[in-house]
T-cell receptor, first 114, second 115 residues
């Protein structure tokens, strides 16, 4: 079984600043994948970034990067140069090699302040 | 190309009624998933299809819930004798394969309200 913990119900960040959204996970699978999704108020889940458990380097996608610390079982999302359009719910999720489903955390609501 | 589509976008029904929720995945995606998202929570897994067969239905809460994917593309989630606790957003997702790195592409969801 997998478990995702997001301890920040809400975060505020000034426009153009960087922000880190925390995610810790628990799994007994030796191989797994970690995902971050964005959910704007419209409701659709938008994939942002993926990190494999055996990847040697931290994943990056444009302004998004994943700070992966395997020993600490953390996979924090870093958003650089925040924009007003980044205001949304952010969900961390994982999938173990032995399953096909994603297990999600409760999410963090990010608000970008102009 | 077209993303995952779901119909209806909103469904209001009365307690005890039967509802069907439809999902049209991205063309060519063999894997299809249903999730349920309650207010203030992350999505929770319901069922996974690989092709036409339900490969994992361990997330279905009880036997009132059933899903089909008869031709390996469109899927229908069916809920019998709806209860107020079934009110949630039902999300469908598809992916091109089942490799662990394959992202799941989500549809806009169906908001179900049971009165």
């Amino acid at each position: 079984a997998q478990k995702i913990t997001q301890t920040q119900p809400g975060m505020f960040v000034q426009e153009k600043e960087a922000v880190t959204l925390d995610c810790t996970y628990d799994t007994s699978d030796p191989s797994y994948g970690l995902f971050w999704y964005k959910q704007p108020s419209s409701g659709e889940m938008i994939f942002l970034i993926y990190q494999g458990s055996y990847d040697q380097q931290n994943a990056t996608e444009g302004r998004y990067s994943l700070n992966f610390q395997k020993a600490r079982k953390s996979a924090n999302l870093v958003i650089s140069a925040s924009q007003l359009g980044d205001s949304a719910m952010y969900f961390c999720a994982m999938r173990g090699a032995g399953s096909y489903q994603l297990t999600f955390g409760k999410g963090t609501k990010l608000s970008v302040i102009p | 190309g077209a993303g995952v589509s779901q119909t209806p976008s909103n469904k209001v029904t009365e307690k005890g009624k039967y509802v069907e929720l439809r999902c049209d995945p991205i063309s060519g995606h063999t894997a299809l998933y249903w999730y349920r998202q309650s207010l203030g929570q992350g999505p929770e897994f319901l069922i996974y299809f690989q092709g036409t067969g339900a490969a994992d239905d361990s997330g279905l809460p009880n036997d009132r819930f059933f899903a089909v994917r008869p031709e390996g593309s469109v899927s229908t989630l069916k809920i019998q004798r709806t209860e107020r606790g079934d009110s949630a957003v039902y999300l469908c997702a598809s992916s091109p394969g089942i490799s662990i790195h394959n992202e799941q592409f989500f549809g806009p969801g169906t908001r179900l309200t049971v009165l």
